[in-house]
């Protein structure tokens, strides 16, 4: 069992940075493959970006290529989103999510969902 809790949503103007963290409760984070995903009004969930479980190995969506950076942190059980030039088109819940044999670009594979944090760019 793991439970997931994201922070640093925020309003930032276009062009500005956040960083988001995904706190997860357990001794056996290392074993999870996690991701970042996000949902707009009206949009189905769309993968941002996921990070392996062993060799830390980041695949991220061609929409955020180059202005986001995913990484984790096993001591800490955490892993973090750096968003850098972000555009209003970025605006939506982001959720992290975790599961427990490698990671996956599609929702519907994850086990484990935080609640998400907010994250609004304003033009």
């Known amino acids: 069992q793991v439970q997931l809790e994201e922070s640093g949503g925020g309003l930032v103007q276009a062009g500005g940075s956040l960083r988001l963290s995904c706190a997860a409760s357990g001794r056996t984070f290392s074993r999870y493959g996690m991701g970042w995903f996000r949902q707009a009004p009206g949009k189905e969930r769309e993968f941002v970006a996921r990070?392996?479980?062993?060799?830390?190995?980041?695949y991220y969506a061609d929409s955020v290529k180059g202005r986001f950076t995913m990484s984790r942190d096993n001591a800490k059980n955490t892993v973090y989103l750096q968003m850098d030039s972000l555009k209003p088109e970025d605006t939506a819940v982001y959720y992290c999510a975790a599961k427990s044999d490698g990671s996956s670009s599609y929702p519907e594979d994850y086990n484990y969902w935080g609640q998400g944090t907010q994250v609004t760019v304003s033009s």
């Open positions: 990070i392996s479980r062993v060799t830390g190995t980041t």
